[in-house]
């Protein structure tokens, strides 16, 4: 059994912008739940009782949210990464920190116990999880045979193939291996090149089941989908009279659910937050905490990130608005391009199919709507973008940003 893992969590996670311009990434909420907390448990499960977490970025808020580790029941430890000199250097810092095998995962990887057993099913010194994507061209593409690695091939094959799927068990040799490589083309040590350099010694382990690279603000829909479909029902707040409920819902602690409010699970409602009156709550939708949906407004398949409002005659669909962020009446998103094609969006000067046949808006932290804003599907707004009464938007606009 594998008592010690290493999460990789310094990172800043720009794919991810808006919402990590001031969030870590391994802190965003997959069903209400940090996707980190979410590694904790899982390794926790297959018996892990160390965990060494890599911080960086927003370290504190990181460090702050987990503590060290007594309210999951388990050791964390954490090392700072002062330079981020790319994914081989991140590793590099545990050396002389952690003996023995160990877990290696990246942080913002959906991994579960199942696959973590799997992947040290042989008691593999050295070992790999790859999986089996759509399009490679985001991921290195893997080659191996009898089981073993041959190549990694850097990001840029379009096309179906087999990927690095970022869960690894290693043990002292990868940091004599890291340290036998130079830096890449990117001025960076790259991990890749140093599994490279010790490719008949890593064992390749397929993964099962559902697996997502969260690399682009949109997984997070798609992995708040899967989740959702198995949330377990609690209600710890206040419903009152005249609430229609069908399907699971969870509603958190001093939460209310106002009458004449119709919930159609699953859905999942944090702590301190108010809906309705009259207000509609569709399937997928994740409040995460002090959020206000209020009368005659409509929420449907979207994350609002803590205390993100939609007050007053709204409506979201397949969206995220990040926190502190506050629709004005009658702002609505849409979600659905006319002719039904997948919807594209311009992120980091680029433009890219998100794949997604809905997507509404990924807004970033204090952004304020004026009444009766439109958005349009695929809109990204950085974070305190200010958009006056009566404006239609559409593509992507930076931080602190006016339209009128």
Same mark, same amino acid.
């Given at each position: 059994? #594998?008592?010690?893992?290493? #999460?990789?969590a310094?990172?800043k ?7 990590t311009?001031?969030?870590?990434k ?14 904790i448990?899982?390794?926790k499960?297959?018996?892990v ?9 927003q370290?504190?808020?990181?460090s702050?949210?987990?503590?060290n ?16 000199k790319g ?22 990887m ?20 790859v999986?089996?994507v ?19 091939i ?12 970022g869960s ?7 940091f ?5 490589i ?5 001025d960076?040590?790259?991990l ?7 490719? /008949? ?8 089941g ?39 819902l969870y509603?958190?602690k001093?939460s ?11 859905v ?15 399937k997928?939708?994740v409040?995460c ?19 993100? /409002? ?22 609505? #998103? ?6 039904k094609?997948?919807?594209?969006v311009?992120?980091?000067?680029? /433009? #890219? ?52």
């Amino acid at each position: 059994m #594998i008592k010690n893992a290493l #999460i990789l969590a310094a990172g800043k996670g720009k794919r991810m912008w808006p919402l990590t311009e001031n969030n870590p990434k391994p802190l965003l909420p997959i069903c209400g739940l940090p996707i980190i907390e979410r590694q904790i448990y899982e390794l926790k499960k297959v018996g892990v009782v160390n965990i060494y977490i890599l911080i960086g970025y927003q370290m504190k808020d990181i460090s702050d949210r987990l503590g060290n580790g007594d309210k999951y029941d388990i050791n964390i430890n954490y090392i700072t990464q002062e330079e981020q000199k790319g994914t081989g250097h991140a590793v590099l810092q545990a050396k002389g920190i952690i003996e023995g095998r160990f877990y290696c995962i990246n942080g913002d990887m959906i991994i579960d116990a199942a696959n973590l057993k799997n992947l040290n099913k042989d008691k593999s010194h050295l070992a790999m999880m790859v999986t089996e994507v759509r399009d490679c061209s985001n991921f290195g593409v893997v080659e191996s045979k009898n089981n073993y690695l041959v190549s990694i091939i850097e990001k840029g094959v379009k096309g179906k193939g087999i990927i690095n799927a970022g869960s690894y068990i290693f043990n002292e040799k990868i940091f004599n291996a890291i340290n036998s490589i130079g830096k890449s083309i990117r001025d960076e040590y790259e991990l890749t090149d140093a599994l490279q350099s010790i490719a /008949k010694e890593i064992k390749i382990v397929n993964h099962t089941g559902f697996w997502k690279d969260i690399g682009s603000p949109w997984d997070l829909i798609t992995a708040n989908e899967v989740y959702m479909e198995n949330i377990k029902e609690g209600k710890q707040g206040l419903i009152e009279d005249n609430v229609t409920i069908k399907g699971n819902l969870y509603l958190g602690k001093n939460s209310t659910i106002k009458s004449g409010t119709y919930i159609e699970g699953p859905v999942w409602i944090g702590e301190n937050c108010v809906i309705g009156p009259n207000a509609y709550l569709r399937k997928g939708t994740v409040l995460c905490g002090s959020n206000k949906v209020g009368g005659s407004s409509e929420v449907k398949n979207s994350i609002l990130m803590e205390g993100a /409002k939609a007050p007053h005659h709204n409506y979201v669909g397949d969206s995220i608005i990040g926190k502190n962020s506050n629709l004005g009446s009658g702002t609505k #998103i849409a979600n659905l391009r006319l002719d039904k094609n997948t919807i594209n969006v311009i992120h980091q000067g680029k /433009k #890219i199919d998100s794949g997604r046949r809905k997507l509404g808006a990924i807004i970033g932290d204090n952004v304020n709507t004026g009444i009766n804003t439109s958005i349009n599907a695929g809109t990204i707004l950085g974070s305190y973008v200010k958009i006056g009464p009566g404006a239609s938007v559409s593509g992507t606009y930076e931080s602190q940003s006016t339209i009128i």
